[in-house]
């Protein structure tokens, strides 16, 4: 929910060496509403702040803690926050605190801060909790003063602690927080959320019923947004944009619709601080009384309430809170006493600092936006992600009679018609990654409202070629945002050899466009489609891939569609597999993933799961290496810490293989620790996609068709579509903080065609992270850290020039 943020680059690179925590304590607290991932941010710091030799201590009970001393503040070890990871809320506690708000409850605070040396606070929280260590921090100098004039603390003391640096995390499932693209919890909040719609859409198409379900959100719509785009809801009412007059009638209007389709089932999402135009609470209750009342359809009521906060954190904010941690740790390090409290954010793939006031400004002005009725004006102010969820669910929303589809539209300049209503095809190419259905279900719906016709093509480049092909309507699609695999089919079989007998097909169907959904093998046949086009000119129409594989192996693209999910069920696995471990001492658990050559699951599904040690094929390892781990993992089973956890990409070596790998901890921990080994195969594959894939995929597919049908109106010409340069054969892919068309001929350069990996991966950032939080010795580049950014409001006019996620 970022507002737009001009970037600083360092122009020198620097290690985190150069950063030493010597004689410096740290404070850790969480304040406010709990929210899942606030325990792997608190071990974060804990173990950054450890690793580069400053005291670390936890703050329990939050602000509370903080002004009753004694024994809420303890120092942290190592060991203290082993197990932490895969638990949900906060285990040292919150709490909130009219004592803090007090001068005498801050001074009381400093205090015992001071006693412990303790003059860098990270705070994980909302906006209050924020605003209220930013408040301690301006009054510092002064609490100082009152404390030495008390004969509470000496004047070498108060020179001593003279500055009090800040920090702030934003913990918060709401994602309320201006400055940041999500807030720790918000992902896992979500989880929970669409667990409850997955199971009630069961039991809601067996009765043919009607649900009405309460979300979190009193002033903030996202989670209701969010949740209505992944599971495909009906309606759906937040605080940000109140529906007009007349939308009982609109919606029941909707519903009876739907019904008369043959849809068995409608969902309406409500947040819990949902209003109308004139500032009336929408209720559950009240929705419910309508639907029957209006349509005599069976409606029930389901209110979440705080299951959304519960439950163990996805492995997304698992690994949002620990990159944020590591920085929070690095940006107090780096402060001096000029330096502003900031607040570590996520902006599209990157933790940023921004100035921590500007965020809460914008925040706090949001909230007056609304209380104004300039809902608009407060959708802005929510940021590019936020508007792009709520510009998706529109376009998803509304269905186009026949009668409304356009006949044509006049050209500039041109005097023949343009015809806007062109054939568009859509398949799916590769191994099946959960979100390619969501993707398939946009693109299809988005298609027909932009006045396109639609058509799916089964198994693939294979069916293609077969002949496969037919129309898909809007109905066809109906309730696949939350099916796992791939509904059309998919297989790996490339165009190359089947050329001709693909321009057949699309020559039959008078195809003008099309959109690939897959990996790999969707990145290299589109590459060959497009160089047949002095060949063919079937292939001279308008071509976008969107990346969707598990291994997140595509060039052009940070993220792929299904990998967040793949991801889950490699955390959900290795959370189950330590817990098997409960009752038995030092043993070692040896785990293979996917991903072909990428070693992006392991890494990542490292740095969520809390493994000691990834091999991956880029980052090359010998025997020694091999040794060395055994050795570390021998020391760990010296402490408390007895359990240890070592990930194995599957093409990592061709040699050092699992079963060597097993044998060799094994032989090497005799009498140290006994050894499993796990092999997750194709369960990494299937299940239901994951909220943020299921999002991912359906924002982006709507992206594509956008460009397909901007790209159709510039290719027409003398009465066909003729398209052949290489801008019209792209590949839309997320790059670091925007949604980007690039063609994919200009993507072989960074591409190695025979690992089928891009030669440059950044999530390769994240491995010096995993390996601190681990305890190796290692260096961790932070060139993109280290200066604030400030947060900027953005224009309604820019808000289309890129696409965070």
């Given at each position: 929910?970022?507002?737009a943020?001009?970037?600083?680059?360092?122009?020198?690179?620097?290690?985190?060496?150069?950063?030493?925590?010597?004689?410096k304590?740290?404070?850790?607290?969480?304040?406010g509403?709990?929210?899942?991932?606030?325990?792997?941010?608190?071990?974060?710091?804990?173990?950054?702040?450890i690793y580069?030799g400053?005291?670390?201590?936890f703050?329990?009970e939050?602000y509370?803690?903080?002004?009753?001393g004694?024994?809420?503040?303890?120092?942290a070890?190592?060991?203290?926050?082993?197990?932490?990871?895969?638990?949900?809320?906060?285990?040292i506690?919150?709490?909130?605190?009219?004592?803090f708000?007090?001068?005498?409850g801050?001074?009381?605070?400093?205090?015992?801060?001071v006693?412990?040396g303790?003059?860098n606070?990270?705070v994980?929280?909302?906006d209050?909790?924020?605003?209220g260590?930013?408040?301690?921090r301006e009054?510092w100098?002064?609490l100082?003063d009152?404390?030495?004039?008390?004969?509470l603390?000496s004047?070498e003391a108060a020179r001593?602690?003279?500055?009090?640096?800040?920090?702030?995390m934003?913990?918060?499932?709401?994602?309320?927080f201006?400055?940041t693209?999500?807030?720790?919890?918000?992902?896992?909040?979500?989880h929970r959320?669409?667990?409850?719609?997955?199971?009630i859409?069961?039991t809601?198409?067996?009765?043919?019923r009607?649900?009405?379900?309460?979300?979190m959100?009193?002033h903030?719509g996202?989670?209701?947004?969010v949740s209505?785009?992944?599971?495909?809801?009906?309606w759906?009412?937040?605080p940000?944009?109140p529906?007009?007059?007349?939308?009982?009638?609109n919606?029941?209007?909707?519903?009876?619709?739907?019904?008369?389709?043959?849809?068995?089932?409608?969902?309406i999402?409500?947040?819990?601080?949902?209003?109308?135009?004139?500032?009336?609470?929408?209720t559950?209750?009240?929705?419910?009384?309508?639907?029957?009342?209006?349509?005599g359809f069976?409606?029930?009521?389901t209110?979440?309430?705080?299951?959304?906060r519960?439950?163990?954190?996805?492995?997304f904010?698992?690994?949002l809170a620990?990159r944020m941690?590591?920085e929070a740790v690095l940006?107090?390090?780096?402060a001096s006493?000029?330096?502003?409290?900031?607040?570590?954010?996520?902006?599209?793939?990157?933790a940023?600092r921004?100035?921590?006031m500007?965020c809460?400004?914008?925040?706090?002005?949001?909230?007056?936006a609304?209380?104004e009725?300039?809902?608009?004006?407060?959708?802005r102010?929510?940021?590019?992600s936020f508007?792009?969820?709520l510009s998706?669910y529109r376009?998803l929303?509304?269905?186009?009679a026949?009668?409304e589809l356009p006949?044509g539209?006049?050209?500039?300049?041109d005097?023949?018609?343009?015809?806007?209503?062109?054939?568009?095809?859509v398949?799916?190419?590769?191994?099946p990654a959960a979100g390619?259905?969501?993707?398939v279900r946009?693109?299809v719906?988005?298609?027909i409202t932009?006045?396109?016709?639609?058509?799916?093509?089964?198994d693939?480049f294979e069916?293609?070629?077969k002949?496969?092909?037919?129309?898909?309507?809007?109905?066809?699609?109906?309730g696949?945002?939350?099916?796992?695999?791939?509904?059309?089919?998919?297989?790996?079989?490339?165009?190359?050899?089947h050329l001709?007998?693909?321009?057949e097909?699309?020559?039959?169907h008078?195809?003008?466009a099309?959109?690939?959904?897959?990996?790999?093998e969707?990145?290299v046949g589109?590459?060959?489609?497009?160089?047949?086009r002095d060949?063919?000119?079937?292939?001279?129409v308008?071509?976008?891939?969107?990346?969707?594989?598990?291994?997140?192996?595509i060039p052009?693209?940070?993220?792929s569609?299904g990998s967040?999910?793949?991801?889950?069920a490699i955390t959900d696995?290795?959370?189950r597999?330590?817990?098997?471990?409960?009752g038995?001492k030092?043993r070692v658990?040896?785990i293979e993933?996917?991903?072909g050559?990428?070693?992006?699951?392991?890494?990542?599904?490292g740095?969520?799961?809390?493994?000691?040690?990834?091999?991956?094929?880029?980052?090359?390892?010998d025997?020694?290496?091999?040794?060395?781990?055994?050795?570390?993992?021998?020391?760990?089973?010296?402490?408390?810490?007895?359990?240890g956890l070592?990930?194995?990409?599957?093409?990592?070596?061709?040699n050092?293989?699992?079963?060597?790998?097993y044998q060799l901890?094994?032989?090497?921990?005799r009498?140290?620790?006994?050894?499993?080994k796990?092999?997750?195969?194709?369960?990494?594959?299937?299940g239901a996609p994951?909220?943020?894939?299921?999002?991912?995929?359906?924002?982006?597919?709507?992206?594509?068709?956008?460009?397909i049908?901007?790209?159709?109106?510039?290719?027409?010409?003398?009465?066909r579509?003729?398209?052949?340069s290489?801008?019209?054969?792209?590949l839309l892919?997320?790059?670091?903080r925007?949604?980007v068309?690039q063609?994919?001929?200009?993507l072989?350069?960074?591409?190695?065609?025979?690992?089928?990996?891009?030669?440059e991966?950044?999530w390769?950032k994240?491995?010096p992270?995993?390996?601190?939080?681990?305890?190796?010795?290692?260096?961790?580049?932070v060139?993109d850290?280290?200066?604030?950014?400030h947060v900027?409001?953005v224009?309604?006019?820019?808000?289309?020039?890129?696409?965070?996620i």
């Amino acid at each position: 929910m970022a507002g737009a943020v001009a970037p600083k680059r360092q122009d020198t690179r620097k290690f985190f060496e150069n950063l030493s925590g010597a004689g410096k304590s740290i404070g850790v607290l969480t304040s406010g509403g709990d929210a899942q991932g606030m325990n792997a941010a608190v071990r974060a710091v804990v173990r950054m702040g450890i690793y580069v030799g400053a005291k670390v201590y936890f703050i329990h009970e939050g602000y509370q803690g903080m002004v009753d001393g004694g024994d809420n503040i303890k120092e942290a070890t190592w060991e203290s926050v082993s197990s932490m990871l895969q638990v949900g809320g906060t285990v040292i506690g919150s709490a909130r605190c009219k004592e803090f708000r007090t001068h005498e409850g801050r001074l009381k605070a400093a205090h015992n801060l001071v006693e412990r040396g303790i003059t860098n606070l990270c705070v994980i929280g909302g906006d209050g909790s924020l605003t209220g260590a930013n408040l301690f921090r301006e009054e510092w100098s002064g609490l100082l003063d009152e404390l030495v004039q008390q004969g509470l603390i000496s004047e070498e003391a108060a020179r001593t602690n003279s500055v009090l640096h800040i920090v702030g995390m934003v913990g918060s499932i709401d994602n309320d927080f201006c400055g940041t693209d999500m807030t720790i919890g918000t992902d896992s909040a979500l989880h929970r959320i669409i667990e409850v719609v997955d199971a009630i859409m069961t039991t809601a198409q067996s009765h043919q019923r009607t649900f009405v379900l309460e979300v979190m959100g009193r002033h903030c719509g996202y989670l209701a947004l969010v949740s209505a785009l992944a599971c495909g809801a009906d309606w759906v009412f937040f605080p940000e944009m109140p529906p007009e007059d007349g939308w009982e009638d609109n919606m029941c209007q909707k519903l009876s619709e739907n019904r008369a389709d043959k849809k068995r089932l409608n969902i309406i999402i409500v947040a819990e601080g949902a209003i109308d135009c004139h500032n009336k609470a929408i209720t559950p209750d009240y929705i419910k009384e309508l639907v029957v009342r209006c349509l005599g359809f069976d409606t029930r009521v389901t209110i979440l309430g705080h299951v959304q906060r519960g439950g163990t954190p996805s492995a997304f904010d698992r690994i949002l809170a620990s990159r944020m941690g590591v920085e929070a740790v690095l940006a107090l390090l780096e402060a001096s006493a000029s330096t502003p409290a900031c607040v570590v954010s996520l902006v599209g793939n990157q933790a940023v600092r921004l100035p921590l006031m500007e965020c809460v400004q914008m925040t706090q002005e949001v909230q007056k936006a609304m209380d104004e009725k300039k809902f608009e004006e407060a959708v802005r102010l929510r940021g590019r992600s936020f508007e792009n969820n709520l510009s998706t669910y529109r376009l998803l929303s509304y269905r186009k009679a026949d009668s409304e589809l356009p006949n044509g539209e006049e050209v500039a300049g041109d005097e023949e018609q343009f015809n806007s209503s062109f054939n568009v095809a859509v398949l799916n190419v590769g191994a099946p990654a959960a979100g390619m259905n969501a993707a398939v279900r946009s693109a299809v719906r988005v298609g027909i409202t932009e006045g396109h016709k639609m058509f799916a093509v089964n198994d693939g480049f294979e069916g293609f070629y077969k002949g496969q092909i037919k129309e898909i309507k809007w109905g066809d699609v109906g309730g696949w945002t939350g099916q796992g695999g791939s509904l059309l089919g998919t297989k790996r079989t490339l165009p190359g050899k089947h050329l001709d007998k693909i321009a057949e097909q699309i020559r039959i169907h008078n195809i003008s466009a099309l959109l690939v959904i897959g990996g790999f093998e969707a990145y290299v046949g589109l590459l060959e489609l497009s160089a047949a086009r002095d060949k063919y000119n079937e292939f001279c129409v308008p071509m976008v891939m969107v990346p969707a594989t598990v291994s997140n192996n595509i060039p052009g693209s940070d993220l792929s569609i299904g990998s967040d999910t793949a991801l889950n069920a490699i955390t959900d696995t290795c959370d189950r597999i330590k817990q098997s471990a409960s009752g038995t001492k030092r043993r070692v658990f040896i785990i293979e993933t996917m991903g072909g050559y990428c070693g992006y699951l392991a890494t990542v599904g490292g740095l969520a799961a809390g493994a000691d040690t990834v091999y991956i094929y880029e980052e090359p390892f010998d025997i020694r290496d091999l040794q060395a781990n055994v050795e570390h993992l021998t020391q760990k089973m010296k402490t408390s810490i007895q359990r240890g956890l070592v990930l194995r990409n599957e093409n990592c070596n061709e040699n050092f293989t699992t079963d060597f790998v097993y044998q060799l901890y094994t032989e090497e921990g005799r009498g140290v620790f006994d050894c499993r080994k796990n092999i997750l195969g194709h369960m990494q594959q299937g299940g239901a996609p994951s909220p943020f894939d299921r999002n991912f995929g359906t924002k982006v597919a709507a992206k594509a068709i956008q460009w397909i049908t901007r790209t159709l109106k510039d290719s027409y010409k003398g009465g066909r579509v003729f398209a052949n340069s290489e801008d019209t054969a792209c590949l839309l892919g997320m790059r670091r903080r925007a949604m980007v068309f690039q063609p994919v001929a200009q993507l072989r350069d960074e591409t190695d065609f025979v690992h089928r990996i891009p030669k440059e991966q950044w999530w390769l950032k994240l491995r010096p992270l995993m390996k601190i939080l681990a305890k190796y010795k290692t260096s961790y580049d932070v060139s993109d850290s280290g200066q604030l950014e400030h947060v900027t409001r953005v224009r309604p006019k820019e808000t289309n020039t890129s696409s965070t996620i």
